[in-house]
């Protein structure tokens, strides 16, 4: 049984910090590429972060580089983003997911995520 489960998500003011952490179980988390998403009430989910199944080529959303930083310790079977500088529009549900297919590149796209963690909650106040 595929499992994620997300924690670090809290309350911060602006310009704060939060580490959310991602853990996975149930497949060979080494092997595939991963992603973190967001959700607001009312908007589509939006990917934030994309890191390759070897840990190279992050991605990120215009909205959080040169604030977020995605990682991941495979010998920990976790995923990790790193969220400086924060601004009351990162306000959202965060979601990790696992990528479709193992070796696959990452992508931007929701549809090509097959797992998803229950989500953490990220409130930032102004």
């Known amino acids: 049984q595929v499992q994620l489960v997300e924690s670090g998500g809290g309350l911060a003011q602006t310009g704060g910090s939060l580490r959310l952490s991602c853990a996975a179980s149930?497949?060979?988390?080494?092997?595939?590429?991963m992603g973190w998403f967001r959700q607001t009430p009312g908007k589509e989910r939006e990917v934030v972060a994309t890191?390759?199944?070897?840990?190279?080529?992050?991605y990120y959303t215009n909205s959080v580089k040169g604030r977020f930083t995605v990682s991941r310790d495979n010998a920990k079977n976790t995923l990790y983003l790193q969220m400086n500088s924060l601004k009351p529009e990162d306000t959202a549900v965060y979601y990790c997911?696992?990528?479709?297919?193992?070796?696959?590149?990452?992508?931007?796209?929701?549809?090509?995520?097959?797992?998803w963690g229950q989500g953490t909650q990220v409130t930032v106040s102004s």
């Open positions: 997911a696992f990528r479709r297919g193992a070796y696959n590149s990452p992508t931007n796209r929701e549809n090509d995520y097959d797992y």
């Open positions: 890191i390759s199944w070897s840990g190279g080529t992050p």
């Open positions: 149930g497949r060979t988390f080494r092997a595939y590429a």
